[in-house]
């Protein structure tokens, strides 16, 4: 009986397939570091159980970050607050050809909140209701023993 041949697809670069220490030894960073951008809000590794996984999205969004950061002289607060009015890749410069093409760009002044097309009051309070879910970010689950 012949064996049924399985198709190897490329892994998707949303996919995370990195926890934090291979993602630090990518960046050439400390773990500590990425856990401070996920606390300040500017990257959000998937959970997998305890363990936070980078994809390869956040891994190029975190590299525009230390640009930002470092080469531009941009402090983390500055940061968050530029990136509430204007997409990344306005900040960055990214002529349209590569941002267009940029799997991990990142527009946090668009609203993710369902509201109206049109409706500026609804923009307005979706947009809210992102910066608020942002800096309240949801209950993280308890683990409760057996015994």
Wanted: aromatic content about 4%; some cysteine; hydrophobic content about 35%.
């Amino acid at each position: 009986m012949a064996r049924k041949r399985t198709e190897i697809q490329a892994i998707r670069s949303d996919v995370p397939i990195y926890p934090i220490g291979v993602a630090a030894r990518l960046l050439n960073v400390h773990p500590r570091t990425l856990r401070i951008y996920e606390q300040e809000g500017l990257v959000q590794p998937k959970m997998v159980g305890n363990r936070r996984m980078y994809s390869a999205d956040d891994i190029q969004w975190i590299t525009c970050l230390r640009t930002f950061i470092h080469a531009e002289g941009i402090s983390i607060p500055g940061l968050k607050k530029l990136l509430e009015y204007v997409p990344c890749w306005e900040v960055a410069g990214c002529p349209a050809a590569i941002h267009e093409q940029c799997s991990a760009r990142v527009d946090r002044c668009a609203p993710r909140t369902l509201h109206r097309v049109g409706d500026v009051a609804a923009r307005v309070q979706a947009k809210e209701v992102d910066i608020k879910n942002r800096s309240n970010p949801g209950q993280k689950k308890k683990h409760q023993s057996s015994g």
